[in-house]
């Protein structure tokens, strides 16, 4: 065993220990904050990317010391969060709580629920017209929808991520149209329903994001998931992945699944030799994420290396015009701008964060406060620089039409009693 196996073993037990942290501090509840991150972000996004460079798939030729720095930063990123989310003091969950109560649902509001369904269903469908149109291959959009998202997004990322939105939104504003709680068939109808929908933006983790967040809805409003049927639920998303990845040509583990998460630390440290190389930018990184808000369509000129990935212009040039860039593990811009200091100070926020989002939503429950937790809480959906504020204000669009004006369901953990306490008002 060289210094690798050794990092990984040690990052392995550093997430183990993590993971029994945040199981006892939520009441023994394995379906939390810490777990979604530990298992998401440092598990899959990290040890096995690293593991996938390092045992499988080094296709981008990184050294032992560039891919050992990475991990180490990876590892510290993930303790600061750990520990900033265990924090007793919050100030974030004030400012955030305020930012909620501004967006406070209204009778009037929330008559207008099935006229911002049809304007979702529009929208979606406005949005695919425009991906078939605007090229003339835009068919591949309904016939092979894999080879139009490697080839066909360039230029036409707006019209891509507008659908996926649309479809997301209208999934979660259906499963909180009715105050009974779908039933199981319905739901299962629903998750075959939008999956299918979802299918057709070519991307492996928009089509999961339905089931799981159906699955994370099931555990907050129908009935807990235990850890056996957790894992269950694991597992088969795991193998409808691998299926996703074979496109019918058979599961091969190491070489299909295992290769697909080896970009993220890979690219990661070559991005990190890159910073050290040409110098920290001092906010320029992340201040490039606003370009995440200007349509190409109206701005030609817009770059095609900003935020997360600032250095791909030099480290892979012309790829990201083409539309299909590498993986990169997120907290990457702030080591561009600021070194370990940056990664240090975001892991602190990101877990400050998260706990005051979680916290927001054990205490109102309402479609708004449940959407802001998919990406903040359980990190099913990547959130960049560039993104979270996207989430934010879809967040408080359906909280305004989906909550329950006049009412507010009091449910908070003690997190040092490791008792859940339920009030009604």
Request: proline share 4%; glycine share 8%; charged share 10%.
């Amino acid at each position: 065993m060289n210094e690798v196996d050794y990092l990984l073993l040690t990052f392995l037990v550093a997430c183990t220990l993590m993971l029994m942290i945040g199981y006892f501090e939520h009441s023994r509840d394995i379906f939390n904050p810490i777990s979604a991150f530990v298992i998401m972000e440092l598990v899959l996004v990290g040890a096995v990317s690293a593991a996938s460079c390092w045992y499988s798939a080094n296709i981008f030729d990184v050294s032992d010391e560039a891919l050992v720095r990475a991990i180490w930063v990876h590892l510290i990123y993930g303790v600061a969060v750990v520990f900033s989310y265990l924090a007793n003091r919050n100030p974030i969950r004030i400012f955030f709580s305020r930012i909620l109560d501004f967006a406070s649902p209204s009778y009037i509001s929330m008559g207008l629920r099935t006229l911002v369904e049809y304007a979702l269903i529009l929208g979606a469908i406005i949005a695919m017209l425009e991906l078939i149109y605007t090229n003339p291959l835009g068919m591949l959009w309904l016939t092979n929808s894999r080879e139009a998202y490697i080839g066909l997004r360039a230029g036409s990322g707006q019209w891509w991520v507008l659908y996926q939105i649309c479809t997301v939104l209208l999934f979660v504003a259906t499963l909180f149209r009715r105050v009974e709680r779908p039933h199981f068939l319905r739901l299962i109808k629903l998750i075959l329903i939008f999956c299918t929908l979802m299918y057709f933006t070519g991307s492996k983790s928009a089509v999961l994001i339905i089931p799981i967040i159906a699955t994370i809805y099931t555990h907050f409003y129908i009935h807990p998931i235990r850890i056996f049927k957790l894992i269950i639920l694991a597992i088969l998303c795991f193998i409808g992945f691998a299926i996703l990845l074979s496109e019918g040509g058979g599961i091969n583990i190491l070489g299909g699944v295992l290769p697909y998460f080896s970009d993220y630390m890979a690219v990661t440290a070559l991005n990190i030799e890159q910073a050290d190389l040409q110098g920290h930018t001092l906010g320029y990184a992340t201040l490039s994420s606003l370009w995440y808000w200007v349509p190409r369509a109206l701005f030609t000129s817009k770059p095609y290396e900003w935020g997360t990935a600032f250095f791909n212009g030099s480290l892979f040039p012309g790829m990201a015009e083409q539309g299909h860039t590498p993986g990169v593990l997120l907290w990457i811009t702030y080591y561009i701008d600021f070194g370990l200091i940056g990664v240090i100070f975001q892991g602190v926020f990101i877990g400050a964060f998260s706990r005051a989002v979680y916290m927001e939503f054990i205490s109102r429950r309402d479609a708004g406060a449940f959407l802001l937790m998919i990406p903040f809480c359980f990190y099913i959906v990547p959130v960049s620089a560039g993104s979270s504020m996207l989430f934010i204000l879809m967040a408080l669009f359906l909280r305004k039409c989906y909550g329950i004006p006049g009412k507010k369901n009091y449910l908070r953990f003690s997190f040092r009693n490791h008792a859940l306490l339920i009030e009604a008002a």
